[in-house]
Nanobody, 124 residues
Framework: QVQLVESGGGLVQAGGSLRLSCAASGRTFGRNAMGWFRQAPGKEREFVAAIIWSGGSTYYADSVKGRFTMSRDNGKNTVYLQMNSLKPEDTAGYYC?????????????????WGQGTQVTVSS
């Protein structure tokens, strides 16, 4: 089992920044990727960013590319999502996830473990 705990969400004005954190614990040695997804009311969960644990390659949705940065701290077993130039359309619940297999990193169904989510609200 892998436990994931997100933090760092909140209310921010458009153009502002937030940094989300996701602390992993448990049997984390099997994971090969971590991802961030978001879900707004009435919408499907969508891919935001992912990082391959070995090597640190990162991948982003087009809608956040250039504004969001995902990183990891191996020692703390934590991943981060730095979100800059936030827009009202970024408002959503943000979820951290861990992938053990090798299925698409862009597909939420590829991730076996999920955190409880943290709310990000961007006001105009």
């Amino acid at each position: 089992q892998v436990q994931l705990v997100e933090s760092g969400g909140g209310l921010v004005q458009a153009g502002g920044s937030l940094r989300l954190s996701c602390a992993a614990s448990g049997r984390t040695f099997g994971r090969n990727a971590m991802g961030w997804f978001r879900q707004a009311p009435g919408k499907e969960r969508e891919f935001v960013a992912a990082i391959i644990w070995s090597g640190g390659s990162t991948y982003y949705a087009d809608s956040v590319k250039g504004r969001f940065t995902m990183s990891r701290d191996n020692g703390k077993n934590t991943v981060y999502l730095q979100m800059n130039s936030l827009k009202p359309e970024d408002t959503a619940g943000y979820y951290c996830a861990a992938r053990l297999g090798l299925s698409s990193k862009y597909d939420a169904r590829s991730y076996e473990y999920w955190g409880q989510g943290t709310q990000v609200t961007v006001s105009s």
